[in-house]
C-alpha cells in the first residue's frame, strides 16, 4: 500500500518537530514557558522548531504583551514608610488635628521636600485644609484618611508584579495617581509567545510514532564502541529557515565619506585641517567678505560666548595686508569695500561656519605646493531652521586647486565630476552666482529620478582680493558642496534628517 502523502511529510520532520507536535496535539495552544517545562528543552531548541513548524503550515505563533508593573524606589520607600501624605496627616493628628506651617516643619519628622510633596497630595485628595487665623495659616485635618487605591496597589506590588489588564477596578484610581509620582512604579514590557496547531499539523500529528533519539555528530566513541551502526541519525533540512543574522558593519553615510576621501586622494589631492572654533579672520575676512555682510549676523554664525576673542598676533603680517586691501584695497587693482576695518572684529571666536576657512589657512601654510590640489570633509555650523534639506550642523566637501593656468573650465569639469560620479545624478546644471570671495562664481545643481533637482553647493575662482594678501600669485579654483546632499541624491533619500536615522532596518537593508 502507498505511503500516504501526511506520512511521508511526517518522516522528514526534525525530532525537536515532534516532540512539539506530540505536545500540542491535545491543547488548544500552549506557551513557550510551559512547553520548556513540559519538555525539558532549552527555549532556543523550542523556538527554533516553532518557527520550522510555522514556515510549513503546520503551527501558529502568536505573541500576548502585557504592560507590567513593580514599584520603583519611590515605591518601596512608601510601602515601608508610608506615603508622605500619610504621614504628614498622622502626624498633625498627633498635635490636635490642628498646626500652623511653621510648627510643622518643627514637629515634622519629613525633609522640606516630602513635606512640600505631602502637603500638594493630602490637599488633592481632600485630607486637609488651610485656614487663616489671627494672621497665622492653620493646617486642620478634614477627616481622618481612609486607605486609598494607590496605597492597596503599593501593597499588592510589595507581593507580587501585575498587568495593567489586569488590576482589579478599585485599583485603578490608585495606578494613575502612582503615574504619576517619580519612581512610585516601574512599567516594562512583557511578552509572552503561544503556539497552537494548525488542522494540518493537527492530523500529522495524529499519525506520528514515538520519537527517536537522533544523532547530530558522529564521535570517536561512536566508532570505536560499534554504536554507530544502530544509532539513528539527524537529517539536515537545507531548507530550513534560520533567523536573520546582521553582521556589523559601517554607518551608509560614515562609509559614503570615507569612500569619498579614499577618492579624492587616488585623484592627487591632499587632506587640509582645521579647528572647529575659528576666528572670524579666516572663516570670514580673509574672505574679502566685509564687516556689514549679513552672514555674518547672529542669525547665521554661532559665536563662542567666553572667551569671544583670540589671539591673531602669529598671522599680524596676513592680518593687515587684510585689513588694507578691505579699506583700500591694497595692490590687488581693488577698490576695497572703503570702511574702517575693525581688529576686534576679526579677532572674533566663532563656530566654523564654511569650509572655506580651511582654504584661506592652506594658503598661508608653509607646506602648500604649487602646483597643488587640497580637499577637506568638514563640519560646519549654522543657526539654520531645521527642514527636509537643512540642519543646524552639517558637512561640507571644500576643494582648491592651485596652479599657473588654471581656468573657469576646469572648476566646471571637477564640478561635473563630483555631481555625476559621487551622487549619481542624471543631469547636471550649472548657474551663475555672487560670492564675496569668488569671481567668477557659479551654483551647482544636479538631477536624480525619484529624487529630483538639488542644490549641491558654490563654486568659483578665488578673487586677487583673497589671494593676493595672502601671498599666493597663481589662479586658485575653489568650491564648497553640501556632501549630505551629495549622499541625499545617491542613496535617494529625500530628507536629510535621515542621514543620522536610528531605523535600524534601513541600517541593515542599505548597501552602498
Given at each position: 500500500m502507498a505511503e500516504s502523502s501526511t506520512s511521508k511529510e511526517t518522516s522528514k520532520l526534525h525530532r525537536l518537530e515532534k516532540i512539539l507536535l506530540s505536545q500540542l496535539k491535545n491543547t488548544a495552544k500552549e506557551s513557550f514557558e510551559n512547553l520548556r517545562r513540559l519538555t525539558k528543552l532549552q527555549s532556543s531548541s523550542i523556538s527554533r522548531a516553532a518557527l520550522w513548524l510555522s514556515s510549513k503550515g503546520l503551527a501558529q505563533i502568536e505573541e500576548d504583551k502585557k504592560i507590567m508593573l513593580r514599584l520603583g524606589s519611590e515605591g518601596r520607600r512608601f510601602a515601608e514608610q508610608g506615603v508622605p501624605e500619610r504621614v504628614l496627616v498622622d502626624e498633625i493628628l498627633q498635635c490636635g488635628g490642628k498646626i500652623t506651617l511653621t510648627d510643622l516643619s518643627d514637629v515634622s519628622e519629613l525633609n522640606k521636600e516630602?513635606?512640600?510633596?505631602?502637603?500638594?497630595?493630602?490637599?488633592?485628595?481632600?485630607?486637609?485644609?488651610?485656614?487663616?487665623?489671627?494672621?497665622?495659616?492653620?493646617?486642620?485635618?478634614?477627616?481622618?484618611?481612609?486607605?486609598?487605591?494607590d496605597e492597596k496597589l503599593i501593597e499588592t506590588l510589595l507581593e507580587k508584579s501585575i498587568a495593567v489588564r489586569e488590576l482589579p477596578p478599585e485599583l485603578v484610581d490608585g495606578f494613575s495617581i502612582l503615574s504619576n509620582r517619580p519612581n512610585a512604579i516601574i512599567k516594562s514590557e512583557e511578552i509572552s509567545r503561544y503556539i497552537k496547531l494548525t488542522n494540518k499539523g493537527n492530523r500529522m500529528a495524529r499519525q506520528l510514532v514515538e520519537t527517536v533519539e537522533e544523532v547530530s555528530q558522529l564521535t570517536p566513541e561512536l566508532i570505536t564502541s560499534g554504536k554507530w551502526r544502530t544509532v539513528t541519525y539527524r537529517k539536515y533540512d537545507i531548507k530550513a529557515p534560520v533567523a536573520s543574522i546582521w553582521l556589523g558593519k559601517k554607518q551608509p553615510y560614515n562609509s559614503f565619506l570615507d569612500d569619498l576621501?579614499?577618492?579624492?586622494?587616488?585623484l592627487g589631492f591632499k587632506e587640509m585641517e582645521g579647528p572647529i572654533?575659528?576666528?572670524?579672520?579666516?572663516?570670514c575676512d580673509a574672505l574679502f567678505m566685509p564687516q556689514d555682510h549679513p552672514a555674518r549676523e547672529i542669525h547665521d554664525i554661532y559665536f563662542v560666548k567666553?572667551?569671544?576673542?583670540?589671539d591673531l598676533t602669529r598671522y599680524s603680517s596676513y592680518v593687515n595686508n587684510v585689513k588694507l586691501t578691505h579699506e583700500k584695497?591694497?595692490?590687488t587693482g581693488s577698490e576695497g569695500w572703503n570702511y574702517k576695518f575693525s581688529i576686534q572684529e576679526t579677532k572674533r571666536l566663532i563656530l566654523r561656519s564654511q569650509g572655506t576657512s580651511l582654504s584661506a589657512r592652506m594658503l598661508i601654510n608653509e607646506k602648500i605646493e604649487i602646483p597643488g590640489k587640497y580637499f577637506s570633509i568638514t563640519r560646519c555650523y549654522r543657526p539654520d531652521v531645521v527642514d527636509r534639506t537643512h540642519l543646524t550642523e552639517f558637512n561640507q566637501v571644500e576643494g582648491i586647486v592651485v596652479s599657473p593656468n588654471l581656468t573657469f573650465r576646469d572648476l566646471l569639469g571637477v564640478l561635473e565630476k563630483f555631481a555625476l560620479e559621487i551622487a549619481g545624478a542624471d543631469q547636471v546644471r550649472f548657474r551663475p552666482d555672487y560670492?564675496?570671495?569668488?569671481e567668477?562664481?557659479?551654483?551647482?545643481?544636479?538631477y536624480k529620478k525619484g529624487v529630483g533637482w538639488l542644490e549641491f553647493g558654490g563654486a568659483g575662482m578665488f578673487r586677487p582680493e583673497v589671494t593676493l594678501?595672502?601671498?599666493?600669485?597663481?589662479?586658485?579654483?575653489?568650491?564648497?558642496?553640501?556632501?549630505?546632499?551629495?549622499?541625499?541624491?545617491k542613496a535617494g533619500i529625500n530628507d536629510i534628517r535621515e542621514l543620522f536615522t536610528h531605523d535600524l532596518e534601513w541600517l541593515r537593508q542599505y548597501s552602498m
Open positions: 516630602d513635606i512640600s510633596i505631602a502637603l500638594g497630595w493630602a490637599r488633592q485628595k481632600n485630607w486637609i485644609a488651610f485656614k487663616k487665623e489671627d494672621d497665622k495659616t492653620y493646617l486642620l485635618v478634614r477627616r481622618a484618611p481612609k486607605k486609598g487605591s576621501k579614499i577618492k579624492l586622494v587616488t572654533v575659528e576666528f572670524m579672520f579666516f572663516n567666553t572667551p569671544n576673542t583670540g584695497g591694497w595692490k560670492f564675496p570671495f569668488t567668477r562664481s557659479v551654483e551647482l545643481s544636479a594678501p595672502l601671498g599666493i600669485t597663481v589662479p586658485v579654483i575653489a568650491w564648497g558642496l553640501g556632501v549630505d546632499r551629495l549622499f541625499m541624491m
